[in-house]
């Protein structure tokens, strides 16, 4: 399985080897940037599942960069971290980036790293739901396609025994079930 990839972005290199220094030991990959340009280039290239950006930077802000990044790679969780925190920032950050969490600093390191673990945590729960319901839409279409060559199945019922029964339907339950195992061989269902 590869590594989840975090990406940190600041300006001030001093600033990304000191959090790399701190998330040293977590089962990630660290990747930083120095700028919001730099960091869309690796967006493009990495699979990067958080992105840790500082607020202000040279040409673009990071409420830019991760309003850029919601629009570019909307499954990637972003987080804020500024030096300079002012309600207008942070506003913009949520509103435009739809951050996951903001950070002031200096930031307490431990709190910042579980809080990059909860965001992975996050991202597997949005990566698991988006294939359960494309899953689910893919059986549910098998299902109306055979529905509309059988109609009355998705009426059916069960009786006193549990077993099931078929309301108005052309075929019997026996046939019903070897129909949809062909299609399920088929890679349909």
């Not at 989840?4 to 660290?30: F, H, M, N, W």
């Not at 629009?71 to 913009?92: D, K, S, V, W």
Request: glycine share 6%; net charge negative; aromatic share 4%.
């Amino acid at each position: 399985m590869t590594p989840c990839k975090i990406l940190l972005v600041d300006d001030e290199p001093r600033v990304t080897s000191a959090l790399s220094k701190v998330l040293r030991g977590q089962p990630y990959e660290v990747i930083c940037a120095d700028s919001g340009d730099e960091a869309l280039r690796l967006l493009d290239e990495h699979s990067i599942q958080v992105v840790v950006s500082d607020e202000r930077m040279p040409g673009m802000s990071g409420s830019q960069l991760l309003s850029t990044v919601r629009r570019l790679h909307p499954t990637t969780i972003r987080i804020m971290l500024t030096g300079h925190a002012n309600t207008e920032a942070a506003i913009r950050a949520i509103n435009e980036g739809e951050v996951y969490r903001f950070f002031s600093k200096p930031c307490n390191a431990a709190e910042l790293a579980a809080t990059i673990r909860q965001a992975l945590q996050q991202h597997e729960l949005q990566v698991k739901s988006r294939e359960l319901l494309r899953e689910f839409r893919r059986k549910n279409s098998c299902f109306e396609e055979i529905e509309s060559r059988h109609p009355g199945i998705a009426g059916s019922t069960t009786d006193a025994s549990g077993a099931y029964v078929l309301n108005d339907c052309d075929i019997s339950v026996d046939e019903l079930l070897r129909e949809m195992e062909l299609e399920i061989e088929r890679g349909r269902c």
